[in-house]
């Protein structure tokens, strides 16, 4: 079985701040994990994946995340937030096992940038 | 432009019909999914299909049919079987990259009136 979980339903932070959103995983075999963002009535866009190689990921917009296999985490992370990042952030993970489609997410966090 | 196209993109329902969301897809893309979003509830796999002529029920099928005639094409429709099916709809896709990535196209809102 495979689950992800986004701890925090809500995060604010001031414009210009790092930011992080917080992810953890549990998979059987080996993680492929993912960031979406969501704007309203929109559908899902990606931002960026850890597959294999290099911890630190870094993907759209400034984003990037980092991979922690001891801690089984995937936070995303900005080092300068701007208003126009205020969305829904959906963190995603699949076992990386031959034939496994299915993709299994996250119930999402809103973060606010504040001006 | 390659991108998956739902529509429409608002859909109202009497209690009791039927209704089918399309989704078409030029990525040449083998796999589609449809996904229910609720407030709060994140994304619920709801079909997904691989290949042509073949799919498999999500996390939450009942209620819900696909096809799967053409590669481009993945329909859903929503029945009168399903007991709440007001909801936003995603369709989405997925090729070959490393880690299969999937991309989604805008959604389709349905409210039963």
């Known amino acids: 079985a495979q689950s992800v979980a986004q701890p925090e339903d809500q995060v604010n932070v001031a414009e210009g701040n790092p930011l992080t959103v917080k992810c953890t995983y549990s998979v059987s075999g080996n993680p492929y994990l993912f960031w979406y963002v969501q704007y309203p009535n929109r559908g899902l866009q990606f931002l960026l994946k850890?597959?294999?190689?290099?911890?630190l990921v870094k993907g759209s917009y400034g984003f990037e995340a980092e991979f922690n296999k001891s801690q089984t985490s995937f936070h995303l992370k900005k080092p300068s937030a701007l208003v126009s990042d205020s969305a829904l952030y959906f963190c995603a993970v699949r076992d990386g096992g031959f034939g496994n489609e299915k993709l299994t997410f996250g119930t999402g966090t809103r973060l606010t940038i504040i001006p | 432009d390659g991108g998956i196209t739902q529509s429409p993109k608002y859909l109202f329902r009497k209690e009791g019909q039927n209704v089918t969301l399309s989704c078409e897809q030029n990525?040449?893309?083998?796999?589609m999914y449809w996904y229910r979003q609720d407030p709060g509830q994140g994304l619920r796999l709801i079909y997904y299909?691989?290949?042509?002529?073949?799919?498999q029920k999500g996390d939450i099928a009942e209620g819900y049919s696909v096809s799967r005639e053409k590669k481009e094409s993945f329909p859903l429709t929503v029945t009168s079987a399903q007991k709440n099916p007001t909801a936003f709809y995603l369709c989405?896709?997925?090729?070959?990259?490393?880690?299969?990535?999937?991309?989604f196209g805008e959604g389709s809102w349905l409210t039963v009136v």
């Open positions: 989405a896709s997925s090729g070959r990259d490393r880690g299969n990535t999937i991309y």
């Open positions: 850890y597959i294999t190689g290099d911890n």
């Open positions: 990525l040449n893309h083998d796999a």
């Open positions: 299909s691989q290949i042509v002529n073949d799919f």
